[in-house]
């Protein structure tokens, strides 16, 4: 490759990420998994922290030049605990799979049996069986079972999972643990139902958490350490407006077994900008998480309401569609979610196709399923509430069902997110939300 042709791809490669920026900064952004961090978030997020190694606890770390790092790491600690009401938070997997690994590797052996929901019924591929690819089979050779669901209740079955769980112990195939939580994830898990029944049996309780941290951060959804959960688990970027990442949460009798588990076994390096930044957004959560949490479920209710009005099919209706960030709709009507999905990205308003319940049954699979998934975590960030979600309700059923043409609904998108150039909910925003930030020239 000669020198100029390098040149030109290096300089085309930052016009890919601006081009990508200004794209996000024009859309409506629905992905349930994503967020917007503030700019002090993204202010750690570059410092020299992610070029260091700090591998170990603080304290007791492999490498020198940790004075600052460990300081910290140890307010990021501090801070996640009084959070999250916890005796032991461990900030440094590197993701949510990364989390729940750790949580695999220091309570259960491969050739266990644990019990997760399926995919179809909101489960992750994380506690997916071996034959999926999922990482509790596939990678630490657990034998997944599914926990039993209601797809009227979009919700955990209780007596059928008792029920289920007999009849395993009866086998001799008792589950060590239960994995509760999910990516489609409406309303809160009967941990408290079930939680006595899981403690006389001796079945480990794992709360997956990676999508609704930040609503249990500002104490809108459940709290999984009070109702019953052994460990929770969770990505730091989803409602948990941080920088990509994972957490583990616990009680103090379970904190060795963790951190083991997390260095040696499942981390070296622990990106520590990442670290930092999650130390930043645990602040801005203990300020603002409440508020925070409060107008992103509300926002959701509206959104399904205003979706549903317009006769699209929203799931969840005999409980009010949504107690979460999520919003799941079934457009098997309007053709699958794949062409739905594709539909709305083209007029600028990114969310993603997803599986209902009804998919297995009915011959669908995860590369077309019946839905599409919201999440209104990242416009609320921006300061959107009911009017807004009416509006962009409103905006699907016009691209949808309506067909409107896409330049249009791309012009008012623009218009309106114009109007919101801001992150709400933290204490610094000197920059607007999408702003780009040039380091070279
Ligand atoms: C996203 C997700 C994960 C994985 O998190 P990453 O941070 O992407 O590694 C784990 N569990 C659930 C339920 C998720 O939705």
């Known amino acids: 490759m000669q020198g100029q042709d390098v040149k030109r791809q290096y300089d085309h490669l930052f016009e890919l990420l601006k081009e990508h920026q200004k794209w996000i900064s024009e859309s409506i952004t629905l992905i349930a998994s994503e967020n917007v961090p503030s700019p002090a978030v993204r202010e750690a997020i570059l410092s020299d922290f992610g070029n260091r190694y700090a591998e170990g606890w603080p304290g007791e770390r492999v490498y020198a030049g940790c004075k600052y790092i460990d300081q910290v790491e140890i307010a990021a600690q501090n801070l996640g605990k009084e959070l999250f009401g916890a005796e032991f938070v461990d900030v440094r997997p590197i993701a949510g799979v990364n989390s729940n690994l750790v949580i695999y590797t220091a309570f259960t052996d491969p050739g266990d049996r644990i019990l997760s929901l399926s995919i179809p019924n909101g489960g992750h591929?994380?506690?997916?069986?071996?034959?999926?690819?999922g990482t509790a089979g596939a990678v630490h050779g657990l034998v997944v079972e599914n926990i039993p669901f209601d797809d009227e209740e979009m919700n955990i079955d209780v007596d059928r999972t008792k029920q289920k769980i007999e009849s395993m112990i009866k086998e001799g195939k008792k589950p060590k643990m239960i994995v509760f939580g999910g990516s489609v994830f409406l309303f809160p898990h009967p941990l408290k139902e079930l939680s006595d029944y899981l403690k006389s049996n001796e079945i480990l309780t794992m709360y997956d958490g990676a999508h609704v941290l930040g609503l249990i951060a500002g104490g809108q959804f459940q709290d999984p350490l009070r109702e019953g959960a052994d460990f929770m688990t969770g990505s730091t970027h989803k409602t948990m407006p941080g920088p990509q990442g994972g957490i583990v949460v616990s009680f103090n009798k379970f904190s060795d077994k963790i951190k083991g588990s997390v260095f040696p076994s499942n981390t070296s390096n622990h990106h520590l900008h990442h670290m930092a930044a999650k130390a930043v957004v645990f602040a801005e959560m203990l300020?603002?998480?409440?508020?925070?949490?409060?107008?992103?479920?509300?926002?959701?209710?509206?959104?399904?309401?205003?979706?549903?009005?317009?006769?699209?099919?929203?799931?969840?209706?005999?409980?009010?569609?949504?107690?979460?960030?999520?919003?799941?709709?079934?457009?098997?009507?309007?053709?699958?979610?794949?062409?739905v999905e594709r539909e709305l990205e083209d007029a600028n308003i990114i969310l993603n196709r997803n599986m209902i319940p009804s998919d297995i049954k009915e011959g669908r699979h995860f590369k077309d399923p019946g839905g599409i998934r919201m999440g209104t975590q990242e416009l609320t960030r921006l300061g959107m509430g009911r009017s807004e979600m009416e509006y962009?309700?409103?905006?699907?059923?016009?691209?949808?069902?309506?067909?409107?043409d896409h330049e249009r609904i791309r012009s008012e998108i623009s218009a309106l997110k114009r109007k919101f150039p801001k992150v709400s909910y933290a204490f610094d925003n000197q920059q607007d939300a999408y702003s780009y930030i040039t380091l070279r020239k």
């Open 392 to 404: 962009i309700g409103d905006l699907i059923y016009r691209t949808v069902v309506k067909k409107d």
């Open 287 to 339: 300020a603002f998480g409440k508020d925070y949490a409060t107008n992103v479920i509300r926002n959701a209710q509206s959104l399904a309401e205003a979706l549903s009005a317009r006769g699209l099919k929203v799931i969840g209706g005999r409980n009010g569609f949504t107690e979460s960030h999520q919003v799941l709709v079934d457009v098997t009507a309007q053709g699958g979610g794949w062409g």
């Open 125 to 133: 591929i994380t506690y997916g069986k071996k034959e999926l690819g």
